[in-house]
C-alpha cells in the first residue's frame, strides 16, 4: 500500500487541484446558486458527485392499506392503488383520541413502483437505499425479494442489480406490516416514511456509510484528520485502485489531498474478503472548529481512480472538533466547558405524523434552540438523516439513542419490547453508528433506553453492555461514551456501570442519587437521560437544571419532552413537552428559556404556574383578582397593570424560577412585565385586552416554496381581533380551500382531545390557532390558500413555487466549456407542438459519452445517454418535458471533462 499524505503549500498538491478544475466549477456553480432543495443530501451530493448516480426515488409511488396477498408479483394489477410520494404515513389518517394511553394504530400494506432503468445506470452495480421504513418490510423487485428490514428506524440497502430489467418496466414492491412484531411505545407511523434513494455505482466502489471521519488533534492552529474509507470490489479477480480523497471547506477551497493505492480481492463467497479499508491522515495549519455557538463543516471528497479514470465518488460531511469527557469534571469542546441542556423528542409531527418533511425538523429545532435547548435525545431512536443534517448545521447536540428496551426479562422492563434484539441487535445498531458517526452534533451514544425498572441494576444489564459498547467503539473510534438509561435508584449499580461506560452513567430520573453516585466514585460523569422539570415536581424545588449547572460532575439533562408527540398519554398523545405537536411554544417554553439562555428575558402569562408543564393563558382576558407568572432570568421584575406598578420581585425569592403574583387586580388594557439586570432594564413583555373575535390572521412559514415536491410552507392561522390581538380563548372551526401549484399535507392544533382528521380541511382552533401546513409538486405556479371561520373576516394567501434561481454569473458558468484542450458543442431548439426538445452535440474523441437533463438542485431528472461514442456529430429528441423551470444539460466524456448549458423550459 502507498499513501501519499498532503503537504500544505506542497508544490504537488497544487498541480493536483489544477486538474480537478472540473469539480472546482461544479461546486462554485452550487454555492453561488444557494441551491436549497427539499433534501439537504442531495444539496450537498449534487456540489460533489459525478462518476456515482445518486437519484432520489421518492416520486410516483402507489399504495394501499390492508392484508394483501400477491403484490410483490410484476404482473399485479395495482391500478387502483393511491398515488403517493414518499416519505409516507400509512398510519396518520387511522389516529383518533381514545381517552386511554397507546393510541397507535397498526397498520399493514404495500407499496409499488414502476420504474424504467435510466441509461446511466446500465452495467454498474445498483442499489435502493431506504432511509427507514415503520416497519418489519419486505422488499421486492420484478417479484424477487431482494432484501428485509424488521427494525423501523434504520436506513438499509437493497442490492437491486441481479433482477433489474436493463430495458421496460420494473416493478419495486414493499410491504410494510405493523401489526405483527412491535417495538414502539408510541405513534410510531407505518410504511416508506423517510426518503428513498436509487443509487448506481462502478463494481469497485466506496461502500455506503464506508468512511469514518475522526479529529485526534483540533485546534484553530493545527488539526489532524483521519479519513477511513471501506472499497468493496464486486468484480471476480483482484483489483488495484486508487483511493484520493480531498478535504474541502463549506466556501469551496480545498484545503489538501491524499492518493493511496490499494488492492483488493476478488469477491467470494466471504463477503469480507474483497473489502480494504483505507486510512489517510490530514495536517491542516488553520481551521474553524465546530461547536453549538459555531457550527463549521468540512467536507472529504473521496473518488476511487481506475489508474487516471475516476469510476466512483463518494462525500462525507464532517466536522472538526475536539470532544473530551474528564473523570469527575466535565465535557469540553474545544477546551471550552458545555453543559447538555436536552430535550427529548419523539420523531412525530402533526399533522405529517412520522413522515416528518425535512424543512419541519428545520422548523422544530429552530423552536427548541430558541428555547435555550442545546441538545435532543433520539428518544428512544435514530431518527431521519436530515435531522442530524440540521443539528449539524444549527449547532444542536445529539445523545444517539438506539432503542427503547431491549428484550423481555421477568421483573425487567414493561410494555412493547424490542423482540428482535437477540438476533439482530448487531445489524441494526451498526447501520445506526456508521451513518451517524461522522455527524459533529452527535457527542454521545446511548445503547438502550428503560431496560429495567426496579430497585438495582440487573447482572444482565452491565453484561450486554459490555457487548454494546465494544461494539459501537467498533465501527466508531472517536472519544464519544457510551450510555444506557435505566429507570433505577442504584448509585451503586451505575458506578459500575460507568467503569464499561467511558466513565459516565445515563440515568433517568435519577436527580435524588447524584450526590450518592459522586460520593461513591468522585470520577463518574452524570448525563441525565430523561428528567422531570423539576428535582420534586409535587414540591416543585427547584427546576432539575439547578442539580446539571452546579455540579460539574453532572454534564447534562434532557426533559420529558421537548415536544408533545402522538401515541402515549391520554387522548391522542402526550401533552409533556414545552412546545406542542404543531411546534406552537407552551407556557413552559419561556420557563425552560429562563433557565437556558444566555440573553436576559421575561415572560408573562397568566394563571398559577404550580406545575413545570402548565400551559397558562396568554392573554389578558380575566375578571377580578387574577394569578401572574412571569418567567425571567433578570435580577427582579417589575409588574404594571396600565399605568399603575402591582409592584416588584426579586428572581432569588423564588428557588423554582417560577414568580409568582397573586390576587393582581384586572382592569382591562394591558399587563407589562419589565425585567431588571444590574440595574438597567434588561427585557420587556406585554399582554393587552384583546377585542372580540373579527378575522383570521395567517403567518407563513414561507411564500416561496422549491418546486421540488419536497419543500413546505407551515402556515401559522390565528384567530385574532380587529388589531391582530390574538383570541387565546378561541375554539372556531377554521376551514381552509387550497388551489394551484401544491398539495395540502393537513391541518392540526395541540389539542390532543380534538376528534377531527389531520388529512381534512377543517379543525377547531386550539388557544386561538390551527396549523397548516401545504407541500409544493414538481410544478411551478402559485399556491392560493383561503381561511375562513364562520362569522370572521377570512384571510388569502399566494404562495410562489419556483425553480432554482439562477443568476446571471451563474449561467455564464454553466454555459462555459470545460474541456481543456479539446473542443466539443451542445445545442437544443424546442419543438412547442411536440413538447419537446432536440440536443445537439458533438464530440472530438471516442469514448463512453454520458448526457443528462440536470435539476438545479443537482438531481438527475433524466440521463438521454451513457454509451461508447465514436467522434462525430450527434441529435436526439427528449420528449418528457411535463415540468417548467430551469434544467441543464451536461454532457461529460469518459475523461470528466463536460459542457454544461442551462435552458429554461416556460
Same mark, same amino acid.
Request: glycine fraction near 8%; hydrophobic fraction near 35%; charged fraction near 15%.
Given at each position: 500500500?502507498?499513501?501519499?499524505?498532503?503537504?500544505?503549500?506542497?508544490?504537488?498538491?497544487?498541480?493536483?487541484?489544477?486538474?480537478?478544475?472540473?469539480?472546482?466549477?461544479?461546486?462554485?456553480?452550487?454555492?453561488?446558486?444557494?441551491?436549497?432543495?427539499?433534501?439537504?443530501?442531495?444539496?450537498?451530493?449534487?456540489?460533489?458527485?459525478?462518476?456515482?448516480?445518486?437519484?432520489?426515488?421518492?416520486?410516483?409511488? %402507489?399504495?394501499?392499506?390492508?392484508?394483501?396477498?400477491?403484490?410483490?408479483?410484476?404482473?399485479?394489477?395495482?391500478?387502483?392503488?393511491?398515488?403517493?410520494?414518499?416519505?409516507?404515513?400509512?398510519?396518520?389518517?387511522?389516529?383518533?383520541?381514545?381517552?386511554?394511553?397507546?393510541?397507535?394504530?397498526?397498520?399493514?400494506?404495500?407499496?409499488?413502483?414502476?420504474?424504467?432503468?435510466?441509461?446511466?445506470?446500465?452495467?454498474?452495480?445498483?442499489?435502493?437505499?431506504?432511509?427507514?421504513?415503520?416497519?418489519?418490510?419486505?422488499?421486492?423487485?420484478?417479484?424477487?425479494?431482494?432484501?428485509?428490514?424488521?427494525?423501523?428506524?434504520?436506513?438499509?440497502?437493497?442490492?437491486?442489480?441481479?433482477?433489474?430489467?436493463?430495458?421496460?418496466?420494473?416493478?419495486?414492491?414493499?410491504?410494510?406490516?405493523?401489526?405483527?412484531?412491535?417495538?414502539?411505545?408510541?405513534?410510531?407511523?407505518?410504511?416508506?416514511?423517510?426518503?428513498?434513494?436509487?443509487?448506481?455505482?462502478?463494481?469497485?466502489?466506496?461502500?455506503?456509510?464506508?468512511?469514518?471521519?475522526?479529529?485526534?488533534?483540533?485546534?484553530?492552529?493545527?488539526?489532524?484528520?483521519?479519513?477511513?474509507?471501506?472499497?468493496?470490489?464486486?468484480?471476480?479477480?483482484?483489483?488495484?485502485?486508487?483511493?484520493?480523497?480531498?478535504?474541502?471547506?463549506?466556501?469551496?477551497?480545498?484545503?489538501?489531498?491524499?492518493?493511496?493505492?490499494?488492492?483488493?480481492?476478488?469477491?467470494?463467497?466471504?463477503?469480507?474478503?474483497?473489502?480494504?479499508?483505507?486510512?489517510?491522515?490530514?495536517?491542516?495549519?488553520?481551521?474553524?472548529?465546530?461547536?453549538?455557538?459555531?457550527?463549521?463543516?468540512?467536507?472529504?471528497?473521496?473518488?476511487?481512480?481506475?489508474?487516471?479514470?475516476?469510476?466512483?465518488?463518494?462525500?462525507?460531511?464532517?466536522?472538526?472538533?475536539?470532544?473530551?469527557?474528564?473523570?469527575?469534571?466535565?465535557?469540553?469542546?474545544?477546551?471550552?466547558?458545555?453543559?447538555?441542556?436536552?430535550?427529548?423528542?419523539?420523531?412525530?409531527?402533526?399533522?405529517?405524523?412520522?413522515?416528518?418533511?425535512?424543512?419541519?425538523?428545520?422548523?422544530?429545532?429552530?423552536?427548541?434552540?430558541?428555547?435555550?435547548?442545546?441538545?435532543?435525545?433520539?428518544?428512544?431512536?435514530?431518527?431521519?438523516?436530515?435531522?442530524?443534517?440540521?443539528?449539524?448545521?444549527?449547532?444542536?447536540?445529539?445523545?444517539?439513542?438506539?432503542?427503547?428496551?431491549?428484550?423481555?426479562?421477568?421483573?425487567?422492563?414493561?410494555?412493547?419490547?424490542?423482540?428482535?434484539?437477540?438476533?439482530?441487535?448487531?445489524?441494526?445498531?451498526?447501520?445506526?453508528?456508521?451513518?451517524?458517526?461522522?455527524?459533529?452534533?452527535?457527542?454521545?451514544?446511548?445503547?438502550?433506553?428503560?431496560?429495567?425498572?426496579?430497585?438495582?441494576?440487573?447482572?444482565?444489564?452491565?453484561?450486554?453492555?459490555?457487548?454494546?459498547?465494544?461494539?459501537?467503539?467498533?465501527?466508531?473510534?472517536?472519544?464519544?461514551?457510551?450510555?444506557?438509561?435505566?429507570?433505577?435508584?442504584?448509585?451503586?449499580?451505575?458506578?459500575?456501570?460507568?467503569?464499561?461506560?467511558?466513565?459516565?452513567?445515563?440515568?433517568?430520573?435519577?436527580?435524588?442519587?447524584?450526590?450518592?453516585?459522586?460520593?461513591?466514585?468522585?470520577?463518574?460523569?452524570?448525563?441525565?437521560?430523561?428528567?422531570?422539570?423539576?428535582?420534586?415536581?409535587?414540591?416543585?424545588?427547584?427546576?432539575?437544571?439547578?442539580?446539571?449547572?452546579?455540579?460539574?460532575?453532572?454534564?447534562?439533562?434532557?426533559?420529558?419532552?421537548?415536544?408533545?408527540?402522538?401515541?402515549?398519554?391520554?387522548?391522542?398523545?402526550?401533552?409533556?413537552?414545552?412546545?406542542?405537536?404543531?411546534?406552537?411554544?407552551?407556557?413552559?417554553?419561556?420557563?425552560?428559556?429562563?433557565?437556558?439562555?444566555?440573553?436576559?428575558?421575561?415572560?408573562?402569562?397568566?394563571?398559577?404556574?404550580?406545575?413545570?408543564?402548565?400551559?397558562?393563558?396568554?392573554?389578558?382576558?380575566?375578571?377580578?383578582?387574577?394569578?401572574?407568572?412571569?418567567?425571567?432570568?433578570?435580577?427582579?421584575?417589575?409588574?404594571?397593570?396600565?399605568?399603575?406598578?402591582?409592584?416588584?420581585?426579586?428572581?432569588?425569592?423564588?428557588?423554582?424560577?417560577?414568580?409568582?403574583?397573586?390576587?393582581?387586580?384586572?382592569?382591562?388594557?394591558?399587563?407589562?412585565?419589565?425585567?431588571?439586570?444590574?440595574?438597567?432594564?434588561?427585557?420587556?413583555?406585554?399582554?393587552?385586552?384583546?377585542?372580540?373575535?373579527?378575522?383570521?390572521?395567517?403567518?407563513?412559514?414561507?411564500?416561496?416554496?422549491?418546486?421540488?415536491?419536497?419543500?413546505?410552507?407551515?402556515?401559522?392561522?390565528?384567530?385574532?381581533?380587529?388589531?391582530?390581538?390574538?383570541?387565546?380563548?378561541?375554539?372556531?372551526?377554521?376551514?381552509?380551500?387550497?388551489?394551484?401549484?401544491?398539495?395540502?399535507?393537513?391541518?392540526?392544533?395541540?389539542?390532543?382531545?380534538?376528534?377531527?382528521?389531520?388529512?381534512?380541511?377543517?379543525? %377547531?382552533?386550539?388557544?386561538?390557532?390551527?396549523?397548516?401546513?401545504?407541500?409544493?409538486?414538481?410544478?411551478?405556479?402559485?399556491?392560493?390558500?383561503?381561511?375562513?371561520?364562520?362569522?370572521?373576516?377570512?384571510?388569502?394567501?399566494?404562495?410562489?413555487?419556483?425553480?432554482?434561481?439562477?443568476?446571471?454569473?451563474?449561467?455564464?458558468?454553466?454555459?462555459?466549456?470545460?474541456?481543456?484542450?479539446?473542443?466539443?458543442?451542445?445545442?437544443?431548439?424546442?419543438?412547442?407542438?411536440?413538447?419537446?426538445?432536440?440536443?445537439?452535440?458533438?464530440?472530438?474523441?471516442?469514448?463512453?459519452?454520458?448526457?443528462?437533463?440536470?435539476?438545479?438542485?443537482?438531481?438527475?431528472?433524466?440521463?438521454?445517454?451513457?454509451?461508447?461514442?465514436?467522434?462525430?456529430?450527434?441529435?436526439?429528441?427528449?420528449?418528457?418535458?411535463?415540468?417548467?423551470?430551469?434544467?441543464?444539460?451536461?454532457?461529460?466524456?469518459?475523461?470528466?471533462?463536460?459542457?454544461?448549458?442551462?435552458?429554461?423550459?416556460?
Amino acid at each position: 500500500m502507498v499513501n501519499r499524505p498532503y503537504k500544505p503549500g506542497g508544490r504537488g498538491s497544487m498541480r493536483s487541484f489544477k486538474a480537478s478544475s472540473v469539480l472546482m466549477v461544479f461546486m462554485m456553480i452550487f454555492l453561488v446558486a444557494g441551491v436549497a432543495t427539499a433534501s439537504m443530501t442531495e444539496r450537498l451530493e449534487a456540489r460533489f458527485l459525478k462518476s456515482r448516480i445518486k437519484l432520489r426515488f421518492d416520486e410516483d409511488w %402507489k399504495v394501499q392499506s390492508g392484508n394483501i396477498t400477491g403484490a410483490e408479483a410484476t404482473a399485479y394489477s395495482d391500478a387502483s392503488w393511491t398515488p403517493t410520494n414518499v416519505p409516507h404515513d400509512l398510519a396518520i389518517t387511522l389516529v383518533k383520541p381514545t381517552g386511554t394511553s397507546g393510541n397507535d394504530p397498526a397498520a399493514r400494506g404495500w407499496y409499488r413502483k414502476h420504474f424504467t432503468l435510466p441509461a446511466g445506470f446500465a452495467g454498474k452495480k445498483v442499489i435502493v437505499q431506504f432511509d427507514g421504513i415503520y416497519h418489519d418490510s419486505k422488499i421486492y423487485l420484478n417479484g424477487t425479494q431482494v432484501g428485509n428490514q424488521q427494525y423501523g428506524y434504520t436506513n438499509f440497502t437493497c442490492d437491486l442489480t441481479q433482477n433489474l430489467n436493463a430495458t421496460g418496466d420494473n416493478v419495486l414492491a414493499v410491504m410494510v406490516d405493523d401489526q405483527t412484531v412491535r417495538n414502539s411505545r408510541w405513534y410510531s407511523g407505518c410504511g416508506i416514511y423517510r426518503h428513498v434513494w436509487l443509487i448506481a455505482t462502478d463494481n469497485v466502489y466506496v461502500r455506503n456509510w464506508g468512511t469514518a471521519v475522526t479529529t485526534p488533534v483540533a485546534t484553530t492552529a493545527q488539526a489532524q484528520i483521519r479519513v477511513q474509507t471501506d472499497v468493496v470490489n464486486d468484480l471476480a479477480t483482484s483489483q488495484t485502485r486508487i483511493v484520493e480523497t480531498a478535504i474541502y471547506d463549506e466556501n469551496g477551497a480545498a484545503l489538501g489531498k491524499s492518493d493511496t493505492t490499494i488492492t483488493l480481492n476478488a469477491k467470494g463467497t466471504d463477503s469480507t474478503k474483497n473489502i480494504d479499508t483505507c486510512v489517510q491522515i490530514f495536517n491542516l495549519t488553520t481551521c474553524k472548529l465546530w461547536s453549538p455557538s459555531t457550527p463549521v463543516r468540512y467536507y472529504a471528497y473521496t473518488r476511487i481512480m481506475n489508474g487516471t479514470t475516476p469510476t466512483d465518488d463518494y462525500v462525507t460531511p464532517f466536522g472538526i472538533r475536539d470532544l473530551v469527557f474528564k473523570p469527575g469534571t466535565g465535557m469540553f469542546i474545544n477546551g471550552v466547558s458545555t453543559k447538555m441542556k436536552g430535550a427529548c423528542w419523539h420523531e412525530n409531527l402533526v399533522p405529517v405524523g412520522s413522515a416528518i418533511p425535512d424543512a419541519m425538523f428545520e422548523r422544530t429545532i429552530k423552536e427548541l434552540k430558541a428555547s435555550g435547548c442545546s441538545s435532543i435525545r433520539t428518544s428512544h431512536n435514530p431518527m431521519s438523516q436530515e435531522f442530524y443534517d440540521y443539528c449539524d448545521q444549527l449547532g444542536m447536540m445529539v445523545l444517539d439513542e438506539w432503542c427503547d428496551k431491549w428484550y423481555q426479562q421477568a421483573g425487567g422492563a414493561a410494555g412493547i419490547l424490542y423482540e428482535s434484539w437477540n438476533q439482530t441487535w448487531q445489524h441494526d445498531l451498526r447501520l445506526m453508528v456508521e451513518r451517524d458517526r461522522n455527524h459533529p452534533s452527535v457527542v454521545m451514544w446511548s445503547a438502550g433506553n428503560e431496560m429495567y425498572y426496579g430497585g438495582t441494576i440487573p447482572a444482565y444489564i452491565t453484561d450486554n453492555m459490555k457487548l454494546l459498547e465494544a461494539w459501537i467503539h467498533t465501527f466508531d473510534k472517536s472519544t464519544r461514551p457510551v450510555v444506557c438509561a435505566p429507570n433505577v435508584q442504584d448509585a451503586t449499580g451505575y458506578v459500575n456501570l460507568a467503569k464499561i461506560q467511558n466513565n459516565c452513567a445515563g440515568i433517568n430520573y435519577g436527580e435524588g442519587i447524584y450526590a450518592s453516585i459522586h460520593s461513591k466514585d468522585p470520577n463518574v460523569l452524570i448525563q441525565g437521560t430523561e428528567n422531570h422539570g423539576y428535582l420534586g415536581m409535587t414540591n416543585n424545588t427547584q427546576p432539575t437544571w439547578f442539580a446539571v449547572r452546579d455540579n460539574p460532575f453532572v454534564i447534562g439533562h434532557h426533559l420529558w419532552t421537548g415536544v408533545d408527540y402522538l401515541g402515549e398519554g391520554g387522548n391522542l398523545g402526550a401533552t409533556s413537552g414545552f412546545i406542542d405537536g404543531c411546534a406552537f411554544r407552551k407556557s413552559w417554553f419561556y420557563f425552560q428559556q429562563a433557565q437556558w439562555s444566555d440573553s436576559p428575558m421575561v415572560h408573562v402569562t397568566i394563571g398559577n404556574g404550580s406545575t413545570s408543564n402548565a400551559n397558562l393563558a396568554e392573554d389578558w382576558n380575566q375578571s377580578g383578582p387574577v394569578s401572574v407568572v412571569t418567567y425571567t432570568n433578570c435580577d427582579s421584575v417589575s409588574l404594571y397593570v396600565n399605568t399603575t406598578k402591582i409592584g416588584t420581585s426579586k428572581l432569588s425569592s423564588f428557588p423554582n424560577m417560577v414568580m409568582q403574583w397573586t390576587n393582581v387586580p384586572w382592569s382591562t388594557g394591558v399587563i407589562k412585565a419589565i425585567g431588571m439586570k444590574g440595574g438597567v432594564q434588561a427585557a420587556i413583555d406585554s399582554i393587552v385586552t384583546a377585542g372580540p373575535a373579527a378575522k383570521v390572521l395567517l403567518k407563513p412559514g414561507k411564500t416561496t416554496l422549491e418546486a421540488d415536491g419536497h419543500d413546505v410552507s407551515c402556515i401559522e392561522v390565528d384567530i385574532t381581533d380587529a388589531n391582530n390581538n390574538l383570541i387565546f380563548k378561541d375554539s372556531s372551526m377554521v376551514q381552509f380551500t387550497m388551489t394551484g401549484q401544491g398539495r395540502s399535507l393537513g391541518i392540526a392544533s395541540g389539542n390532543w382531545a380534538s376528534a377531527e382528521s389531520f388529512k381534512a380541511t377543517s379543525r %377547531k382552533a386550539y388557544h386561538g390557532k390551527v396549523l397548516i401546513v401545504l407541500q409544493s409538486t414538481m410544478d411551478t405556479g402559485t399556491i392560493n390558500v383561503t381561511v375562513s371561520s364562520t362569522g370572521l373576516t377570512s384571510a388569502s394567501l399566494a404562495i410562489k413555487t419556483v425553480p432554482q434561481s439562477i443568476s446571471t454569473a451563474v449561467r455564464g458558468a454553466l454555459s462555459m466549456k470545460t474541456l481543456g484542450n479539446r473542443s466539443g458543442s451542445l445545442t437544443w431548439t424546442r419543438n412547442p407542438v411536440r413538447n419537446s426538445l432536440r440536443i445537439n452535440y458533438r464530440v472530438d474523441e471516442p469514448g463512453i459519452i454520458s448526457l443528462s437533463v440536470i435539476s438545479p438542485s443537482g438531481r438527475t431528472v433524466h440521463c438521454l445517454t451513457n454509451s461508447y461514442h465514436e467522434a462525430g456529430t450527434y441529435s436526439m429528441e427528449w420528449n418528457a418535458l411535463t415540468k417548467s423551470g430551469v434544467y441543464f444539460f451536461v454532457l461529460k466524456t469518459n475523461n470528466n471533462r463536460m459542457v454544461r448549458k442551462a435552458f429554461m423550459v416556460q
